[in-house]
């Protein structure tokens, strides 16, 4: 398979996506009663997210420029893929990166989400029976000659045991934050808003921290949040929201809440589903320089960093970790 054949089936694969239809519907409503965390609003901002933002003949051709890409790799190496599942088809851009560069990918999905992705490649394989040949599914990654795996802190430490000794990248716990001015419009919070709770606040592109100036007003930021108040018509939201709530009012904890989502004080960046933590600061600068530096943020949302609502909106050279995937794998 060419090069100009794998990126043309992955266009085909974006319009499929955008066509949005019956067996596509069909495949997000059992993934959704497979998954409660992945509603139907959800996985089709995912699926629109990497239709339009990934699979773009245009975009993959210019992406694919930067590379040495070869068009037919004369020994494709076997990547081991581990799937994370916190939010639908997150493990998609790895995927693509391995079969564009030409690799064999032996992918070992997550439990969260397995449904999703595997219908996609079974739409690939059934537009192209070669792609059969550099796309499978195993239970256990024996034998490849690299690895890519995303997973907790805990898991990373089982990954490295495993795959340490071959060529790999492996990813852990990482979450966005947010450091807000005072001058942020009201079309700016209601941005910021979905970037705290698209995905019910599970990705690693999710604001789970904010930083503010001290005397900073939370009236404005509340009010834009409300309206995902139907969050609580999810019983696994809900069910976060009165845990998290109670322990706050038993530890005689000061809160804010809008009745869907709790701010609080205190300077861990990951912040549980439902809540988000929030710092002050007296010198942007200094916790601009700090967070840069931190390798548990993923994005920097605010004035003169990532814009507001485009968080969860990752372009083809958007790599998770920093780590540009794409080169490792031309590379090997």
């Given at each position: 398979m060419t090069l100009q054949t794998r990126i043309q089936i992955m266009g085909q694969l974006g319009k499929y996506l955008l066509e949005d239809g019956p067996?596509?519907?069909?495949?997000?409503?059992?993934?959704?009663?497979?998954?409660?965390?992945?509603?139907?609003?959800?996985?089709?901002?995912?699926?629109?997210?990497?239709?339009?933002?990934?699979?773009?003949?245009?975009?993959?051709?210019?992406?694919?420029?930067?590379?040495s890409v070869p068009d037919q790799p004369k020994k494709p190496h076997n990547i081991g893929l581990v799937m994370a599942g916190n939010?639908?088809?997150?493990?998609?851009?790895?995927?693509?990166?391995?079969?564009?560069?030409?690799?064999?990918?032996?992918?070992?999905?997550?439990?969260?989400?397995?449904?999703?992705?595997?219908?996609?490649?079974?739409?690939?394989?059934?537009w192209d029976?070669?792609?059969?040949?550099?796309?499978?599914?195993?239970?256990?990654?024996?034998?490849?000659?690299?690895?890519?795996?995303t997973g907790s802190n805990n898991s990373s430490r089982y990954f490295e045991f495993y795959f340490g000794k071959y060529p790999n990248i492996i990813r852990k716990n990482r979450t966005s934050v947010a450091v807000l001015?005072?001058?942020?419009?009201?079309?700016?919070?209601?941005?910021?808003?979905?970037?705290?709770?698209?995905?019910?606040?599970?990705?690693?592109?999710n604001i789970t921290q904010i930083y503010v100036p001290k005397d900073y007003d939370f009236i404005?930021?509340?009010?834009?949040?409300?309206?995902?108040e139907y969050f609580m018509d999810y019983h696994k939201y809900k069910h976060n929201f009165d845990y998290h709530l109670a322990i706050l009012i038993m530890g005689n904890k000061y809160y804010m809440s809008n009745d869907s989502l709790i701010l609080t004080e205190n300077i861990a960046a990951f912040s549980p589903v439902s809540q988000v933590h929030y710092a002050y600061y007296s010198d942007k600068g200094d916790v601009l320089n700090d967070l840069t530096n931190n390798p548990s943020i993923q994005c920097i949302v605010g004035h003169g960093q990532i814009a507001f609502g485009t968080a969860q909106q990752p372009g083809l050279n958007d790599y998770a970790d920093g780590v540009d995937t794409m080169q490792f794998l031309t590379s090997l």
């Amino acid at each position: 398979m060419t090069l100009q054949t794998r990126i043309q089936i992955m266009g085909q694969l974006g319009k499929y996506l955008l066509e949005d239809g019956p067996i596509w519907k069909a495949c997000k409503e059992r993934a959704y009663r497979e998954n409660p965390w992945f509603i139907p609003e959800f996985i089709e901002i995912a699926s629109r997210q990497i239709a339009e933002k990934f699979l773009d003949p245009a975009l993959l051709a210019a992406w694919v420029d930067q590379y040495s890409v070869p068009d037919q790799p004369k020994k494709p190496h076997n990547i081991g893929l581990v799937m994370a599942g916190n939010i639908p088809l997150v493990g998609f851009h790895d995927l693509l990166c391995c079969f564009i560069s030409g690799q064999k990918t032996i992918i070992k999905t997550s439990s969260k989400d397995d449904v999703l992705i595997k219908h996609l490649v079974a739409k690939l394989q059934e537009w192209d029976s070669e792609t059969a040949q550099l796309i499978a599914f195993a239970d256990n990654l024996k034998g490849c000659n690299a690895y890519i795996a995303t997973g907790s802190n805990n898991s990373s430490r089982y990954f490295e045991f495993y795959f340490g000794k071959y060529p790999n990248i492996i990813r852990k716990n990482r979450t966005s934050v947010a450091v807000l001015d005072g001058t942020e419009t009201a079309a700016e919070l209601d941005l910021l808003a979905d970037d705290i709770q698209f995905y019910f606040g599970l990705g690693c592109r999710n604001i789970t921290q904010i930083y503010v100036p001290k005397d900073y007003d939370f009236i404005p930021l509340l009010q834009a949040l409300r309206k995902y108040e139907y969050f609580m018509d999810y019983h696994k939201y809900k069910h976060n929201f009165d845990y998290h709530l109670a322990i706050l009012i038993m530890g005689n904890k000061y809160y804010m809440s809008n009745d869907s989502l709790i701010l609080t004080e205190n300077i861990a960046a990951f912040s549980p589903v439902s809540q988000v933590h929030y710092a002050y600061y007296s010198d942007k600068g200094d916790v601009l320089n700090d967070l840069t530096n931190n390798p548990s943020i993923q994005c920097i949302v605010g004035h003169g960093q990532i814009a507001f609502g485009t968080a969860q909106q990752p372009g083809l050279n958007d790599y998770a970790d920093g780590v540009d995937t794409m080169q490792f794998l031309t590379s090997l």
